[in-house]
Nanobody
Framework: QVQLVESGGGLVQAGGSLRLSCAAS????????MGWFRQAPGKEREFVAA????????DYAGSVKGRFAIIRNNAKNTVYLQMNSLRPEDTAVYYC?????????????????WGQGTQVTVSS
């Protein structure tokens, strides 16, 4: 069992930055691929970014590539999402998730542990 707790969300103006954190507890953090997803009101949850077990490989949704960065620190059992140049369309609840599948995991169904989410609101 892995427990995930997100933090760092909030209200920011367009063009601003936020860093989300996801702290993991329970089983060995380095054994899991990690991902960030988001869900806006009335929309389905969508993939944002993912990282493999040692941070050597990452992938991003096209809408955030070049603006967001996913980073992990296995010594601190934490994965981060650095979000720059934020846009109003980035407004959503952001979730981190853990997958036991090897590599960079892009699909929601392959994630087995989820955090409770943190709200990010970008004003225009």
């Amino acid at each position: 069992q892995v427990q995930l707790v997100e933090s760092g969300g909030g209200l920011v103006q367009a063009g601003g930055s936020l860093r989300l954190s996801c702290a993991a507890s329970g089983r060995t953090f380095r054994g899991y691929s990690m991902g960030w997803f988001r869900q806006a009101p009335g929309k389905e949850r969508e993939f944002v970014a993912a990282i493999n077990w040692n941070g050597g490989s990452t992938d991003y949704a096209g809408s955030v590539k070049g603006r967001f960065a996913i980073i992990r620190n296995n010594a601190k059992n934490t994965v981060y999402l650095q979000m720059n140049s934020l846009r109003p369309e980035d407004t959503a609840v952001y979730y981190c998730a853990a997958s036991s599948t090897f590599g960079v995991v892009l699909t929601t169904a392959e994630y087995i542990y989820w955090g409770q989410g943190t709200q990010v609101t970008v004003s225009s």
